[in-house]
């Protein structure tokens, strides 16, 4: 119908091409009006053919192929910035949606509150558990930096029915368009990766509007089970000199930003140190990789922490590849 509202779907992706044809397959089997969708699939930098696969099978989509790796936060605000939709739905490319996800989304942006909700995000459940919730929001500690992701490992029982508040979300949430205008785009200079939600929530939340879950809405998130993970530190994210770079680099940043003086004083003083030690030890012991790739991982992640304790508000920038050569 026309007045629906027009939705665009940013998909940032990287070498997961059978995975994006199943995420897409599953937007265009859902209940909103596909003549109300723009769909914009970003593809950084893959390798797998990716680019002409989409181009030839789904002509009405549009590709954005960038030349090299841009990482999540480039990648979702060069979608962004191409989107004419008056809400930007993101979802990563490891997901299948619910029939009725984008309309839910759609309903709960288009409800009257005060104040206004600026991001929606579906319930996230397991793909090789469908009843087993992934993430129905998330919870952070501005002092510890530890986070608990709400309703985990839950099975939902039809238990999850109301509007839930949160402070920020990953993998799939839609954007009101004015929020965008309001607060910018991701900042993709000081969170290309990890973090990078989470900078850009705390900026909505700081304008006065809300961040929720619609429950109604909801994603199956393709990612192994807990109890299947055999490399620890993969599923911390720390598996690579880049990520284990960003991962111990961001969370410091992040805190600069955005806890109290005091809060980062006790943050900074002990619990970002015990945090390290874990990780390096996620690192070393947690993971299958050869003893030399562990040993400069860690090295990496060192850089990182360094790097983000060294580095002030206005002085961000991105270093990985200067700062591990």
Same mark, same amino acid.
């Given at each position: 119908? %026309?007045?629906?509202?027009?939705?665009?779907?940013?998909?940032?992706?990287?070498?997961?091409?059978?995975?994006?044809?199943?995420?897409?397959?599953?937007?265009?089997?859902?209940?909103?009006?596909?003549?109300?969708?723009?769909?914009?699939?970003?593809?950084?930098?893959?390798?797998?053919?990716?680019?002409?696969?989409?181009?030839?099978?789904?002509?009405?989509?549009?590709?954005?192929?960038?030349?090299?790796?841009?990482?999540?936060?480039? +990648?979702?605000?060069?979608?962004? %910035?191409?989107?004419?939709?008056?809400?930007?739905?993101?979802?990563?490319?490891?997901?299948?949606?619910?029939? !009725?996800?984008? #309309?839910?989304?759609?309903?709960?942006?288009?409800? %009257? +509150?005060?104040?206004? &909700?600026?991001?929606?995000?579906?319930?996230?459940?397991?793909?090789?558990?469908?009843?087993?919730?992934?993430?129905?929001?998330?919870?952070?500690?501005?002092?510890?930096?530890?986070?608990?992701?709400?309703?985990?490992?839950?099975?939902?029982?039809?238990?999850?029915? !109301?509007?839930?508040? +949160?402070?920020?979300?990953?993998?799939?949430?839609?954007?009101?368009?004015?929020?965008?205008?309001? =607060?910018?785009?991701?900042?993709?200079?000081?969170?290309?990766?990890?973090?990078?939600?989470?900078? *850009?929530?705390?900026?909505?939340?700081?304008?006065?509007?809300?961040? =929720?879950?619609?429950?109604?809405?909801?994603?199956?998130?393709?990612?192994?089970?807990?109890?299947?993970?055999?490399? !620890?530190?993969?599923?911390?994210?720390?598996?690579?000199?880049?990520?284990?770079?960003?991962?111990?680099?961001?969370?410091?940043? *992040?805190?600069?930003?955005?806890?109290?003086?005091?809060?980062?004083?006790?943050?900074? #003083? &002990? *619990?970002?140190?015990?945090?390290?030690?874990?990780?390096?030890?996620?690192?070393? #012991?947690?993971?299958?990789?050869?003893? !030399?790739?562990?040993?400069?991982?860690?090295?990496?992640?060192?850089?990182?922490?360094?790097?983000?304790?060294?580095?002030?508000?206005?002085?961000?920038?991105?270093?990985?590849?200067?700062?591990?050569?």
């Amino acid at each position: 119908m %026309k007045n629906d509202p027009l939705v665009s779907v940013v998909i940032p992706t990287h070498n997961r091409k059978e995975s994006l044809i199943r995420l897409i397959e599953s937007i265009f089997n859902g209940s909103y009006p596909n003549d109300r969708l723009e769909i914009i699939v970003v593809d950084d930098a893959s390798t797998d053919g990716t680019y002409e696969e989409i181009k030839k099978r789904y002509p009405q989509i549009r590709i954005i192929r960038n030349q090299r790796e841009m990482l999540i936060s480039g +990648s979702r605000n060069l979608g962004i %910035k191409n989107a004419r939709g008056d809400y930007v739905f993101l979802v990563d490319d490891d997901n299948v949606i619910d029939r !009725k996800c984008i #309309l839910e989304l759609v309903k709960t942006m288009e409800e %009257k +509150s005060d104040p206004p &909700i600026g991001v929606v995000a579906p319930i996230m459940y397991y793909y090789k558990q469908p009843n087993r919730v992934w993430c129905a929001g998330v919870k952070r500690s501005m002092i510890t930096s530890l986070t608990t992701r709400i309703g985990q490992d839950e099975i939902d029982n039809g238990h999850f029915t !109301k509007i839930i508040e +949160s402070r920020d979300f990953p993998n799939a949430f839609m954007i009101r368009r004015e929020i965008i205008e309001k =607060v910018g785009l991701f900042d993709e200079n000081a969170f290309p990766i990890h973090y990078d939600e989470a900078d *850009f929530m705390e900026r909505v939340r700081q304008s006065r509007y809300r961040v =929720v879950c619609n429950p109604k809405a909801k994603v199956w998130h393709d990612i192994p089970l807990p109890e299947d993970v055999k490399d !620890k530190a993969r599923s911390l994210h720390v598996h690579s000199e880049m990520r284990a770079f960003y991962a111990g680099r961001n969370r410091i940043i *992040f805190h600069k930003r955005y806890s109290k003086w005091w809060q980062f004083l006790i943050f900074i #003083l &002990i *619990f970002n140190w015990l945090i390290a030690l874990y990780y390096l030890r996620i690192i070393l #012991l947690g993971s299958r990789k050869p003893l !030399k790739d562990r040993l400069k991982i860690a090295k990496a992640y060192l850089k990182g922490v360094i790097k983000g304790f060294m580095t002030t508000k206005k002085s961000y920038y991105h270093v990985f590849q200067r700062s591990t050569k």
